[in-house]
């Protein structure tokens, strides 16, 4: 397997344990939440799935990229409904820390990804 496929099903990999924190995280909103916050994380994070498998699949690298872009902005909205859910203290500190690190840690993977995109 080559160095690309093998950082492609890394992200994928933590981008799923990223959704499984995030459903067990989403349980704790309270009710008033659920068509509001808890609905767009939701979609912002089913959103960002469906462009990292385009992503992973598309061979255009200018097509690629577009895909990375869009995840990034995906991404950088989810670390703003972490921080609205930490203010508002439907999560607690730790919660806040842990799922931020796993947005972090994706964000991290991600930028690496567009910049070996942009080399080649």
């Known amino acids: 397997m080559s160095t690309t496929n093998q950082t492609n099903l890394m992200i994928y990999q933590k981008y799923l344990e990223l959704v499984y924190y995030t459903y067990d995280i989403l349980k704790?909103?309270?009710?008033?939440?659920?068509?509001?916050?808890?609905?767009?994380?939701k979609s912002d994070l089913f959103?960002?799935?469906?462009?990292?498998?385009?992503?992973?699949?598309?061979?255009?690298?200018?097509d690629k990229l577009n895909y990375l872009n869009e995840f990034d902005i995906t991404l950088n909205l989810l670390k703003i409904h972490i921080r609205l859910s930490s203010k508002y203290k439907y999560i607690s500190l730790q919660n806040y820390n842990t799922?931020?690190?796993?947005?972090?840690?994706?964000?991290?993977?991600?930028?690496?990804?567009?910049?070996?995109?942009?080399k080649k």
């Open 28 to 41: 704790k909103y309270p009710k008033s939440e659920t068509f509001a916050l808890v609905k767009e994380i």
């Open 47 to 62: 959103n960002g799935l469906r462009l990292l498998m385009y992503a992973i699949k598309v061979y255009s690298k200018k």
């Open 99 to 118: 799922w931020s690190n796993l947005v972090t840690n994706i964000c991290n993977m991600l930028g690496a990804w567009i910049s070996s995109c942009l």
